[in-house]
């Protein structure tokens, strides 16, 4: 069955410090997405990313980036200069097909990374 | 484009009632999912509805269920409510066979006592 895990539970950073989220994920199709959202304590939750299994390439947009290695199974997160706003939980997200059946892609997140940015 | 949209914001129930709550899907989705997601956890899948039928469905016990509407909106109804019940509950649409481009709704806050 599916599985993400996020082993951080709890990460707290000084304004402008580096941090990296860790997510390792299993699957047993070839053909997958994942995903990183982060929840602010509003509650909902903002689309960071979403990679295919097929595209290993790392991607940054700004401050963020992510690495992708399918021989690991991780998919880590990395925040360059840290800011306040930054705090936040953070969630890990797998796309599979649904084990019951049916032909729709079902999300399995991990039990999420809350970051906490200090001034 | 509109999002999607999640109502009531917050509800308060008492333990054995029952509740529904209500998700308009983004224009141009025609999939909804609910996921449950308790105090501290990430979001569980609890079923998912294509033409107006459930598709794929987690490890939930059949006192929630669900309905999809011909414009693609979506109600979860649980019964018999329970304490383990209070969570936050996140709507989202996206378009079938696709595995991405899910939009999340803010969620219904249910506290059950």
């Known amino acids: 069955a599916q599985k993400v895990t996020q082993a951080q539970t709890e990460i707290s950073v000084v304004e402008k410090e580096d941090v990296t989220l860790d997510c390792v994920y299993e699957t047993r199709d070839t053909t997958y997405y994942l995903f990183w959202y982060k929840q602010p304590p509003s509650g909902e939750l903002v689309f960071l990313i979403r990679r295919n299994s097929f595209d290993e390439q790392n991607e940054i947009s700004g401050r963020y980036s992510w690495n992708f290695q399918k021989s690991t199974s991780s998919f880590n997160f990395t925040i360059t200069a840290s800011q306040v706003v930054d705090s936040a939980v953070y969630f890990c997200a797998l796309s599979e097909l649904p084990d019951s059946g049916g032909s729709n892609y079902k999300l399995t997140f991990g039990k999420g990374t809350l970051l906490t940015v200090n001034p | ?113």
């Not at chain 2, 998700?23 to 999939?31: A, D, I, L």
Request: aromatic share 12%; proline share 4%; with cysteine.
């Open chain 2, 1 to 113: 484009e509109t999002g999607v949209t999640q109502s009531p914001t917050h509800l308060i129930k008492t333990r054995g009632q029952q509740v529904t709550l209500r998700c308009s899907s983004q224009s141009g989705h025609n999939t909804v999912s609910w996921y449950q997601q308790a105090l501290g956890q990430g979001p569980q899948f609890i079923f998912q509805y294509y033409r107006e039928e459930e598709n794929g469905r987690g490890n939930f016990p059949p006192r929630f269920s669900g309905l999809q509407f011909p414009n693609y909106s979506s109600e979860l109804n649980v019964n018999a409510l329970e304490l383990d019940d209070s969570a936050l509950y996140l709507c989202a649409s996206s378009l079938t066979g696709t595995g991405y481009g899910y939009t999340f709704g803010s969620g219904t806050r249910l506290t059950v006592v």
